[in-house]
């Protein structure tokens, strides 16, 4: 399973400006897109026993700058090669 989190960029701004709380952000796009991904209404409880049990700080996480896209596979790195491969530069 991989989450995919569209990016976009900031219209008008010389150089990229992330909000201060980006990680809360892209934690929060991603417990609620694997939750959606599984079926499960994304609600708080969820959202959190998500995040408790797979953190983020565990998951591969690939930007993906040409797509505009972050990449995120739940179980590291391992996990990713079996999902990704073969991977297409884009």
């Known amino acids: ?3 995919q ?4 960029p ?3 701004a010389a150089q990229s400006i992330l909000p201060a ?6 934690q929060n796009e991603y417990a609620v897109k694997y939750l959606e991904d599984i079926g ?22 690939i930007p993906s700058w040409a797509n505009e896209t972050l990449t995120i596979v739940p179980g590291g790195v391992d996990q990713a090669k079996q999902n990704l491969l073969p991977l297409s530069i884009g």
Do not use: C, Y
């Open 1 to 3: 399973m991989k989450i």
């Open 5 to 8: 989190i569209p990016l976009q």
């Open 10 to 12: 900031v219209k008008g």
């Open 21 to 26: 709380n980006i990680n809360s952000i892209v």
């Open 40 to 61: 499960v209404h994304p609600t708080k409880e969820n959202v959190d026993f998500v995040l408790t049990n797979l953190p983020i700080k565990e998951a591969a996480v």
